[in-house]
């Protein structure tokens, strides 16, 4: 479904992405993991064109999307969850959610509010307030229903349980695997093993921009050397 | 009664031009971020093609059509300037943009007086509302009445589509963070030239309108640009009942003015938003603003640290030729080289402050004019040598810095610049409109310098020796705790308050100590020309300093002066032609797109390329 | 040991919200205490009335016995306290060792001096400090180019700079890998027992706390709801309930890591 070839990425000099090659397959969770500065944001940013990589490209559903402007992979079915949140604090929920609607998509769940208020049902006592009135945890469900909105194929949730209490990351662990039930395709990035372990089927390893490890969640177990030495739990 | 009423009426109906222009400044602002100078160029062309459009079309229905057709074109006109000068220059840190739009009011001007010529325009009377209406013996015309009544339409239908509409909605979004509005698939390149279209043609829309009240003008273009930055900033920026209100006050007070205190009808605005600010300090309804931490990119600042020999080498090699002038040059390469020296200080003054503490001032004029009138005020009336008047210049500089600095950094980030612009409108409202004391429009005349230092060549090694003085002093001052502590201030006032850095205070005095550096400048500029007039502390001087800042580079510590004197030099050589601002205008906008890093910058980038300089660490 | 913070019937009120209603605690000296709760329950609220940054509508904030609420940020850093920010506040401007020179700078009351060069001020001493922080390698890197974890220690050099006798920190590992979260509440807990400095600190990452507080206290909705030990907080029903859901987020005490619990936690 999503296809990575030899993507290199800059920012100025410095290469942080350095041939990275991995593919997401249709229905599944895959965690990208590594430690902070691995580049793991930058590779989500660089799938959506936010960062523009040099050399290589990136392909979705057989279509080579490099290049092309960030609202345009938005378009074609690319739903980014961004990492600090960035919600619209001064818009309410419902503007929020209003922002990303986009029309139905064909083989797509389409969405509507109050779908996503029965996935979130803290967000619907909360459908009229602003933003910024909203707890961090309530923040995130909200960054995630608003690119649910877009009625994407395959959603990048960037660092989903950073900075939430452990009860609301298993409330978001489960929002994913009913995610993967309704046939979305999702590709998350991760610091927290545990929370990969639970709903991940496979996983990508990066270290300092390049690519350590690509496979089952079983193999990795395998190799207890590779975990050890780049996640270290 | 009936007066007073006819007044209230007539402030009314000046109200709605204003409130179209100010709305679509604040829309523009509130979306991409950018303070667009040429705002006020863009009224003015409202005024100028919509006279055209009248001469044409003809009756009822031409008059409103060409109002319309006019704000369209505007708009239109807009557009064009958003594709080609501003795209190119978003990804520019802050306010480098604002650089761009001063490019665009240069050459709006020369292409309108290349069009429609010097003279000033009278505009056609509405068909069908020519007449008045008594209203208790009083006449009120006809049209003030149509405008009193379209005015809230225009303002509910923009309120309208900005809070109930998808549109509306999607641009409240992208004034927070567009990059975001783009990764949810929303084409922001389009809707930024939409809101700049809309934001122009409520300019040209406003600039038509008024034809019947005031008809076009050359200067139509800074006259309002005032008022409508006041407007915006009482009302609080982004707010359209705020721009509303505050344009009724402003207009309404203006009227009055007029009437009961004629000496002071310019100084009433700026008083009037002092007040509002001091109390609320993002104006009426407007927010705190969050500094955009989305969507600003640009280079993180590199550390300083002092110059290295080859540059100093260079710096003295340069001084030595600047010595020779006298030797080498004519007489009129001393007073062209003694400007171009007082024009640097003044420069550098602003860049230490806008620099080092992020303080983004659009008002410093007010204290190289200060000190230019300070010293002028003293020999005029006290017979002071030069000598005592140049040490007080920057001391009286300095104090009103002292003030202002201490009400304007009760705001931040526009509401700070907007401050600074209106206290230097205030100082030179108050010089103009107190003729008696400061000689009005025709200024002080006969300052010269003590008779050992009045020969061109003396006086240039006098402003030689002090400029180079206070440039150095402000780059040690760079290099000083002190100026670590309000770059601290600048990078992080969170951290820097929990260290015990009093931000503000700190701010305080930067903004003091810039304002006597501006002083001595103007102290120098008086005795340099022997006179001082109010354009000296005019909006469109501190532009100028501003405008050379960034063009010099604003995250170097030399883009002030090398800035300043860029633009004097480039400035004296064009001025010779007829359409100077044409050129001047298409330079500045060249500069901007080909060196979003300013003159300075992008020379170290050269020099570090070349091997000349050493080459900044690598970013990860 | 005596008490180096005392907070007493600690409240604020935004509108009708209690964010913060009467929360009373102590901090011993050479205590590492952890302040864990659900997003929105406070903590930040609580740590920004400590801090100075928001005035308490009610209750009193004492340091050594000395009251300190009301104060701004910078008086109470004057009084021996330190912060480090959840999300790392630096100076991007400068190179590392300068941030740490600033607030030595700052310490020795020298901000408003225009005459000597800042980078040659207290230079020794500001390595030191990084040394002790393991970043003295990086001194004289410009500090927009560090990684975030080199950020984080970097912070806390500069809120050891004036020798606090106290260190709040808001989330200090957030954002960071697993083994440098470890590595740097060692390196705090280093610090704390080898300097006397107590230390007050936020998180969410449970291995961390459970590793390294001397003890925990737990906020809900605004109020203590527990104060106990490592294993007693653990333990509570309610905290688990409100808090730590079914485990899966962190190495439980005994046995492997267990996966999600569907059925429990709140809907």
Redesign the interface.
């Known amino acids: 479904m999503l296809e990575l070839s030899n993507v290199n990425a800059f920012y100025g000099k410095a290469h942080v992405l350095n041939d990275l090659s991995f593919e997401v397959g249709r229905g599944k969770v895959v965690a990208l993991l590594g430690r902070n500065g691995a580049g793991k944001t930058t590779t989500m940013k660089s799938i959506m064109q936010m960062v523009q990589p040099r050399g290589g490209s990136v392909s979705y559903q057989g279509q080579n999307i490099t290049g092309w402007a960030p609202h345009r992979v938005a378009k074609a079915g690319l739903g980014y969850v961004p990492e600090e949140r960035r919600i619209f604090t001064q818009l309410t929920v419902l503007e929020n959610l209003e922002v990303g609607r986009q029309p139905p998509r064909d083989g797509c769940v389409t969405w509507s509010e109050e779908m996503l208020f029965e996935l979130f049902p803290n967000l619907a006592e909360r459908r009229g307030n602003r933003g910024k009135a909203l707890s961090g945890g309530e923040q995130q469900m909200l960054t995630i229903a608003r690119t649910l909105m877009g009625n994407p194929a395959l959603v990048l949730l960037d660092e989903p349980s950073e900075g939430i209490a452990p009860v609301i990351v298993e409330q978001m662990a489960r929002v994913i695997l009913q995610l993967k039930q309704e046939g979305l395709t999702v590709l998350l990035s991760e610091q927290n093993l545990h929370f990969a372990q639970a709903v991940a089927d496979s996983v990508v390893i990066i270290e300092s921009g390049t690519q350590k490890f690509a496979g089952s969640l079983a193999a990795l177990q395998a190799q207890p050397e590779i975990r050890d030495a780049y996640l270290s739990v | 009664m009936g007066l007073f009423l006819a007044q209230l009426l007539t402030g009314l109906a000046n109200a709605g031009a204003l409130f179209m222009v100010a709305s679509g400044l604040s829309l523009i602002f509130g979306v991409t971020r950018i303070v667009n100078f040429a705002h006020g160029s863009f009224y003015m062309l409202g005024a100028y093609v919509g006279y055209t459009l009248m001469q044409v079309l003809p009756g009822m229905v031409g008059f409103w059509g060409a109002i319309l057709l006019a704000g369209i074109i505007v708009g239109l006109i807009g557009v064009i300037v958003e594709i080609c000068v501003l795209r190119p220059v978003y990804s520019a840190p802050e306010l480098f943009q604002l650089v761009a739009t001063f490019g665009v009011i240069l050459v709006i001007q020369d292409l309108t007086l290349m069009i429609w010529g010097a003279e000033d325009l009278l505009g056609p009377r509405a068909p069908g509302l020519k007449g008045v209406v008594r209203i208790l013996d009083e006449p009120v015309p006809q049209y003030d009445l149509a405008l009193i009544a379209i005015t809230p339409f225009v303002a509910f239908a923009l309120w309208y589509l900005i809070s109930k509409t ?1 549109v509306g ?2 641009v ?2 992208a ?3 567009r ?11 389009w809707l930024f030239t939409g809101v700049f279209f809309l934001g122009c043609a409520l300019a040209g829309l406003g600039g038509a309108v008024q034809l019947p009240k005031g008809g076009a003008d050359l200067l139509m273009d800074f006259n309002i640009l005032t008022s409508v930055f006041v407007v915006v900033v009482i009302g609080g920026m982004g707010s359209l009942p705020g721009a509303y209100l505050a344009a009724v006050i402003i207009s309404v007070l203006n009227v009055f003015g007029v009437s009961y205190m004629p000496q002071s009808t310019l100084v009433l605005m700026f008083v009037v938003m002092v007040v509002v600010l001091i109390f609320r300090p993002f104006g009426l309804f407007g ?1 705190e603003e969050v500094a955009g931490e ?1 969507g600003q990119v640009g ?8 110059a290295g020999l080859r540059v100093r080498m260079l710096v003295l090699a340069g001084l030595v030729l600047l010595g020779l002038i006298p030797v080498l040059g004519s007489n009129f390469a001393e007073v062209l080289a003694t400007d171009i020296l007082i024009f640097c200080l003044f420069a550098a003054s602003l860049h230490f402050m806008l620099g080092q503490g992020g303080l983004v001032s659009f008002g410093h004029a007010a204290f190289f004019g200060g000190g230019a009138y300070v010293a002028a005020l003293l020999v005029t009336y006290a017979d002071t040598p030069m000598e005592l008047a140049m040490v007080l210049a920057p001391l009286g500089a300095g104090l009103a810095a002292v003030v202002i600095g201490w009400v304007c950094l009760r705001s931040t980030g526009v509401y700070f610049a907007m401050l600074t612009l209106a206290f230097a409108q205030l100082l030179w409202s108050l010089v103009f409109q107190w003729g008696d004391i400061t000689g009005g429009d025709d200024g002080l005349v006969n300052i010269w310098p003590s008779a050992w230092a009045s020969s061109n060549t003396v006086f240039f090694y006098l402003a030689l020796v002090i400029c180079v003085g206070g440039i150095l002093l402000l780059r ?2 760079a ?7 309000l ?2 201030a600048r ?2 006032a ?2 820097a ?6 931000t503000k205070r ?1 701010q305080w ?1 930067a903004f003091a100590f810039a304002g006597a550096m501006a002083g001595i400048a103007g102290g120098l500029f008086v005795f340099s020309k022997g006179s001082v007039f109010p354009n000296e502390l005019e909006i469109a001087r501190s532009f100028d300093a501003l405008i050379v800042v960034f063009l010099g580079g604003v995250k170097t510590l030399s883009g002030g002066w090398v800035g300043g004197a860029s633009f004097e030099a480039v400035k004296d050589y064009l001025t010779r032609f007829e359409y100077w601002r044409l050129a001047l205008g298409l330079l500045i906008i060249g500069v901007v797109i080909l060196a979003p890093e300013g003159i300075v910058g992008s020379l170290r980038k050269l020099g570090e390329r070349i091997g000349f300089l050493n080459a ?5 | 040991m005596s008490a180096v913070l005392t907070v007493e019937h600690l409240s604020r009120a935004f509108g009708a919200i209690k964010a913060v209603d009467d929360v009373s605690f102590s901090l011993e000296q050479g205590e590492l205490l952890a302040l864990i709760g659900p997003n929105g329950a406070g903590k930040s609220t609580c740590f920004n009335m400590l801090m100075g940054q928001l005035k308490p509508t009610g209750g009193l904030v004492r340091l050594n016995g000395e009251k300190i609420t009301g104060l701004a940020p910078r008086q109470i850093w004057r009084k021996g306290v330190g912060r480090t920010f959840q999300i790392t506040a630096t100076y991007s401007s400068m190179t590392v060792v300068e941030n740490v020179q600033m607030s030595l700078i700052s310490h020795h009351r020298r901000i408003y001096s225009m005459l000597p060069y800042a980078h040659r001020l207290y230079r020794a001493r500001a390595l030191a400090l990084l040394d002790t922080v393991g970043m003295a390698d990086q001194a004289d890197r410009h500090c927009a180019v560090l990684a975030y974890g080199d950020l984080k220690r970097l912070e806390l050099a500069v809120a050891l700079a004036h020798e606090p006798k106290l260190l709040l920190m808001d989330e200090p590992t957030a954002g960071m890998a697993p083994r440098e979260r470890i590595a740097l509440m060692q390196l705090t807990a280093d610090i704390v027992r080898d300097q006397g400095v107590s230390c007050l600190f936020t998180e969410h990452d449970m291995d961390v706390v459970f590793a390294h507080a001397h003890r925990i206290m737990v906020l809900n909705r605004g109020q203590l709801i527990a104060n106990g030990t490592v294993d007693e907080i653990r333990n509570n029903p309610q905290v688990q309930e409100v808090y730590l859901g079914g485990g899966m987020l962190f190495n439980p005490a005994d046995g492997p890591a267990g996966t999600p619990e569907r059925e429990t936690g709140h809907a």
């Open positions: 998808r909605i999607l409240r979004a004034t927070q963070d990059e975001m509005v783009g990764a949810l698939g929303v084409n922001q390149s927010k989305h280079e993180p600042e590199r550390p300083i640290k002092p040690h001052a290099h000083s705790p002190f100026g670590y502590a770059r601290a990078d992080s969170r951290q308050e929990a260290m015990g850095i009093h700190i005095v900044a660490e690598d970013k990860r």
